[in-house]
């Protein structure tokens, strides 16, 4: 006897189907998204909402509340752990305070430096000026043969530096002949009958 042989073991084309599982939950999730996608937005920006207004607020309370438990269980049990945490804090007030007093006297160091660099530029400044025009007063910038700029000091020295036949709280000017109008009465009666 010959043994027979199957002719159909392998199909002609392999098609590998995807396990039935996967396509009903993606299936699920779709059909879910389609009809109630709106629904998932809309509790979504709600739990953000609510998040932002008042359960943050709550979970920091919460959480700090629950850090202090546990440190207070901790040093209930090893007084050593809150002695070490004191010393600790003082040990880094003491350093930041060391560095700050460092930094300030740095500054105040470089301040000094940069008012004395001023003062001997102003002695400096000084000095040339003396030499090139001595007599001079610093920030007169009058010549002796400008006889407009002679009058004009003089106006000056006067306290007054318009025109002497001008003063403005004369009311002169064009504006003098107005007046405003009268306010008439709301209803147009005034007791006129």
Not at 1 to 16: A, D, F, G, I, Y
């Given at each position: 006897?010959?043994?027979?042989?199957?002719?159909?073991?392998?199909?002609?084309?392999?098609?590998?189907k995807e396990p039935e599982i996967v396509g009903n939950i993606a299936f699920g999730v779709t059909s879910l998204l389609v009809n109630y996608g709106w629904h998932f937005i809309l509790l979504g920006a709600v739990a953000l909402f609510a998040w932002h207004t008042?359960?943050?607020h709550k979970y920091e309370t919460w959480r700090i509340e629950k850090e202090e438990r546990e440190y207070?269980?901790?040093?209930?049990?090893?007084p050593d752990i809150g002695k070490s945490r004191q010393e600790a804090i003082e040990a880094a007030r003491k350093k930041q305070q060391e560095e700050l007093t460092r930094a300030s006297s740095l500054q105040v160091e470089i301040d000094k430096e940069i008012e004395e660099q001023k003062r001997v530029?102003?002695?400096?400044?000084?000095?040339?000026?003396?030499a090139e025009q001595p007599g001079r007063r610093l920030g007169n910038s009058l010549d002796s043969d400008n006889a407009e700029a002679l009058a004009n000091a003089k106006i000056?020295?006067?306290g007054r530096a318009f025109k002497e036949d001008y003063n403005p709280l004369d009311g002169?000017?064009?504006s003098r002949?107005?007046?405003?109008?009268?306010?008439?009465?709301?209803?147009?009666?005034c007791g006129r009958k």
């Open positions: 006897m010959e043994p027979q042989v199957e002719s159909n073991v392998h199909p002609e084309t392999l098609n590998q008042w359960l943050k207070d269980a901790r040093y209930h049990k090893n530029e102003k002695a400096a400044e000084r000095q040339r000026l003396n000056m020295k006067k002169g000017g064009s002949g107005y007046r405003p109008p009268t306010k008439g009465c709301p209803g147009g009666g």
